[in-house]
C-alpha cells in the first residue's frame, strides 16, 4: 500500500523525489548531470559575463561573509590557497579583500575562458598565483599541501560531490581550512538546479557530506539577507583535524 503523505512528500521537496510508490507503481526520477565536456563548453561561453552575473546576484558580498569566517591562525609563510572551480575569481578576490594580505593563490577548473578571465583579475594582486586546468576529483598535487581551500558554486555539478570533498581533505593540510558554498534546497535553487541540472542541498546534508567525507568543526555560514545568493545558497566551514 502507498503512504497516505507520498503526494505531500513529493510536492515538498520537488525535484528531490528518489521514488514516488503509488499503489503497486513505483516512479524515479534521477537527475543527470552534464556531461563534462558540455559543462566546460557552457562555462567557457559564459566567461565574459560571468563576473557580472555574479555581481547581481550580490556574490561579492556573499563571499564576504563567507571568507570572514577565516582562520586568523599565524602561518610563517605567505597562506597557502588553493581555489578549486576558481572561475572569474569572484571568491578569491573577496578572500583577498578579507585578509587584506598577499595569498600564495593556486586555482583550477575545467574551463580555459574562465581561468583566463582570473588570470586578469588576480595576477597583480598575489604573491604568487597558478592557475591549472584541472578537475576537482583529480587534483594535480601532494597531500598536505594548503593551508586553505575555498570553493563556490563547483560540488553541486558533481554526481557525487564526496569524490571532490575528499579529494580536498587529502591536499589540505592538518590543521587547514575549508570554506565552500553549496546552492540549497530551496525555490531559488531549484531554479539553479534547472538550469545547470546541478544539485541542491539542505544544509543538514551538505554539512553531512562533509563529515562522511571526513571534515570536522563543520559550522554552516548563512549568506547576508540583503543578497538574492542568501536565497541560493549557504556557506560552511569545516576543518581536517588529524
Ligand atoms: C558556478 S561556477 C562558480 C565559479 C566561482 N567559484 C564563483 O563562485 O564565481 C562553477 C565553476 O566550476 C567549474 N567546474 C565545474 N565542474 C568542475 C570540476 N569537475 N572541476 C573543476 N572545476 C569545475 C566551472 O567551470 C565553473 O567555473
Not at 6 to 16: E, H, L, M, N, P
Not at 157 to 177: F, I, K, N, T, Y
Not at 185 to 210: E, F, H, V, Y
Request: proline share 3%; net charge neutral; glycine share 6%.
Amino acid at each position: 500500500m502507498s503512504e497516505p503523505t507520498s503526494y505531500y512528500r513529493a510536492a515538498k521537496t520537488w525535484f528531490d523525489i528518489g521514488a514516488l510508490r503509488i499503489g503497486s507503481w513505483e516512479i524515479s526520477l534521477r537527475r543527470h548531470a552534464w556531461e563534462d565536456h558540455r559543462l566546460k563548453e557552457f562555462y567557457d561561453r559564459a566567461a565574459t559575463s560571468w563576473t557580472r552575473k555574479t555581481q547581481r546576484l550580490g556574490l561579492d558580498d556573499a563571499y564576504g561573509t563567507l571568507t570572514a569566517a577565516v582562520s586568523t591562525q599565524t602561518i610563517d609563510h605567505p597562506m597557502k590557497v588553493l581555489d578549486i572551480g576558481i572561475g572569474t575569481g569572484v571568491l578569491s578576490s573577496a578572500l583577498l579583500r578579507t585578509l587584506g594580505r598577499d595569498i600564495d593563490l593556486t586555482g583550477v577548473d575545467i574551463s580555459p575562458s574562465m581561468l583566463e578571465v582570473a588570470e586578469d583579475r588576480l595576477s597583480s594582486k598575489c604573491a604568487a598565483l597558478r592557475l591549472l586546468q584541472s578537475d576537482a576529483c583529480d587534483l594535480p598535487f601532494a597531500d598536505n599541501s594548503f593551508d586553505l581551500i575555498v570553493c563556490g558554486h563547483v560540488v553541486e555539478h558533481l554526481c557525487e560531490p564526496s569524490d571532490a570533498l575528499r579529494e580536498m581533505l587529502r591536499v589540505l593540510r592538518p590543521g587547514g581550512q575549508l570554506l565552500i558554498c553549496i546552492t540549497r534546497n530551496t525555490i531559488a535553487g531549484a531554479a539553479i538546479q534547472l538550469m545547470w541540472r546541478t544539485q541542491r542541498a539542505s544544509p543538514k546534508t551538505a554539512a553531512g557530506w562533509l563529515a562522511t567525507s571526513g571534515f570536522e568543526r563543520i559550522e554552516i555560514i548563512e549568506l547576508p539577507k540583503h543578497t538574492a545568493t542568501s536565497r541560493l545558497s549557504c556557506g560552511y566551514s569545516a576543518f581536517k583535524l588529524r
